[in-house]
């Protein structure tokens, strides 16, 4: 019944812009705590972005503060991440991360604790 899907991954050049999307089904986004993660070839999944589901400002890892922006259309149950002035290293399969639970914030950037996953979107940064 619920699903989370992201969108929107492709290649662009360093210093380019992209926005990336997860459309979530089955239930309300604002009914979840949603996340996005990262993993790159070879190394270990990353915690990215997350919103919670008590609401307030986002939860952004140190990769992504003054580049990367998370924000919300409830409308259409979506989740952006907006990523500016991209880099090489931020070449990595990108996922949307959900769970019905309001994580406490030490689970935040635990990919451990979410519960639903989409299948990743590729993102590749590369002149």
């Known amino acids: 019944q619920v699903q989370v899907e992201e969108s929107g991954g492709r290649w662009v050049q360093p210093g380019d812009s992209l926005r990336l999307s997860c459309v979530t089904s089955?239930?309300?986004?604002?009914?979840?705590?949603i996340a996005w993660f990262r993993q790159a070839p070879g190394k270990e999944r990353e915690f990215v972005a997350v919103?919670?589901?008590?609401?307030?400002?986002?939860v952004v890892a140190d990769l992504a503060k003054g580049r990367f922006i998370l924000s919300k259309d409830r409308a259409k149950n979506t989740l952006y991440l907006q990523m500016n002035n991209v880099e090489a290293e931020d070449t990595a399969v990108y996922y949307c991360?959900?769970?019905?639970?309001?994580?406490?914030?030490?689970?935040?950037?635990?990919?451990?604790?979410?519960?639903?996953w989409g299948q990743g979107t590729q993102v590749t940064v590369s002149s």
């Open positions: 991360a959900a769970d019905v639970r309001d994580l406490i914030t030490s689970e935040l950037r635990n990919a451990r604790a979410y519960e639903y």
């Open positions: 089955g239930r309300s986004l604002g009914t979840f705590t």
């Open positions: 919103a919670r589901r008590r609401g307030g400002s986002p």
